[in-house]
C-alpha cells in the first residue's frame, strides 16, 4: 500500500474531526450497550447466530473506529503528505517470509507530514500490527524531525513523536555532530550493540520510559481478549487479571456452560510476545 501526496485539506475544521470522533465512539458505545443487554438480560431470545454477528458487528465498529482515530490524530497537526508500507529489506534480496523469524516479518507504516510554515518534516515509522492491536500506549517505533537548525541540515530522532532523544547536525563540509538531549536520563550507554547480525561497538541512547513495553503489552492482550472468538464458541462469564513472565501472557477464563444446571467452564488464554518487544508471536486458549 503506497499513498502519495495523500493530502488533508488545510482548511478542515477541527470541529469537523471531533463531531467525527464523538459520532464513531457513539455508535461503538451503543453497539456495545445492545450486546450487553442481550447476553445479560435477553439471550433466550437470540440465537447463537444471532450473537456470532452482534458480536462480529461490534469488532467491526471498534476496527473502523481505531482506522478513524488514527487517521484523524495522524492529520489535526498537519497534512499528510506520504504513507506507505515498508518491510525488511531482506525481502528485496531474495528472502522469504519462512526464511526469518516471525517477528522480523513485520510490515511498518511510514507517515510523513510537512511542519508549518514549511520549516521541516516529520516522519513516524511504526509497526502495523501495534496499530491494529493497540489500543492504549503511544505507537513507538522510530520518529524524526528533519529541518534546517542554524543554517545547517539537521535531523531529531525518537521512539515517538512526543520525544525526541537525539540530535544530529551536518557541518555539509566534514563531518556530523550528535547531540543527546539535555535531559541526564538520555545520556548515551557505550559498548557492543547488533547491527545486521554482526556485533560492532556503538552506542545506546535510552529514552528513559522503561514502563511502554509492559504497558503496550497490557493493551494489546486486553485488546486480543475483547475481540477473541473462543473455542466452541463459549461465552466469557468471568476473568482473572493477566500473569506475565517475559513474553508468556495468560489469564485463567471462565465460559459460561451451554448446561445451565452446570458450573461455569474453566479456560485460558495465552499471548506470546517476541523478546524485548510488542509483537505478536502467537495467541491461543483452551480449556484447563
Not at 547531540?179 to 535510552?206: A, W
Request: aromatic share 8%; proline share 4%.
Amino acid at each position: 500500500m503506497s499513498n502519495i501526496n495523500n493530502v488533508a485539506s488545510p482548511e478542515m475544521n477541527r470541529k469537523v474531526f471531533d463531531i467525527a470522533s464523538n459520532m464513531s465512539n457513539l455508535a461503538v458505545a451503543c453497539l456495545e450497550e445492545d450486546l450487553d443487554r442481550i447476553l445479560n438480560h435477553e439471550r433466550e431470545h437470540y440465537s447463537a447466530e444471532d450473537i456470532e454477528r452482534k458480536e462480529a458487528e461490534l469488532a467491526e465498529a471498534k476496527k473502523d473506529s481505531n482506522t478513524l482515530l488514527s487517521y484523524l490524530a495522524s492529520v489535526q497537526n498537519g497534512p499528510v503528505y506520504c504513507e506507505t508500507e515498508l518491510r525488511d529489506w531482506r525481502f528485496a534480496d531474495g528472502y522469504t517470509e519462512d526464511d526469518l523469524p516471525a517477528n522480523e516479518r513485520d510490515t511498518y507504516i511510514l507517515k510523513v507530514k510537512q511542519a508549518e510554515p514549511e520549516t521541516g518534516v516529520y516522519f513516524t515509522l511504526y509497526s502495523k500490527q501495534l496499530e491494529e492491536l493497540n489500543t492504549t500506549e503511544t505507537l513507538n517505533g522510530f520518529s524524526g524531525l528533519i529541518e534546517i537548525r542554524n543554517g545547517k541540515p539537521a535531523i531529531s530522532l525518537g521512539l515517538n513523536d512526543n520525544e525526541h532523544i537525539l540530535h544530529v547536525m551536518s557541518d555539509i563540509s566534514h563531518s556530523l555532530q550528535v547531540i543527546p538531549d539535555s535531559d541526564t536520563s538520555n545520556r548515551p550507554i557505550h559498548g557492543s550493540v547488533t547491527y545486521n547480525n554482526m556485533t560492532v561497538e556503538g552506542s545506546v541512547y535510552p529514552d528513559g520510559n522503561t514502563a511502554w513495553l509492559e504497558n503496550a503489552r497490557l493493551s494489546i492482550a486486553e485488546n486480543i481478549f475483547a475481540n477473541r472468538k473462543f473455542i466452541n464458541n463459549l461465552h466469557v462469564e468471568d476473568d482473572s487479571r493477566w500473569k506475565h513472565e517475559g513474553g508468556y501472557w495468560n489469564k485463567i477464563v471462565f465460559f459460561e456452560n451451554p448446561d445451565s444446571s452446570m458450573p461455569s467452564i474453566m479456560g485460558f488464554l495465552e499471548v506470546i510476545f517476541a523478546p524485548e518487544s510488542a509483537f505478536v508471536l502467537d495467541v491461543s486458549d483452551g480449556i484447563i
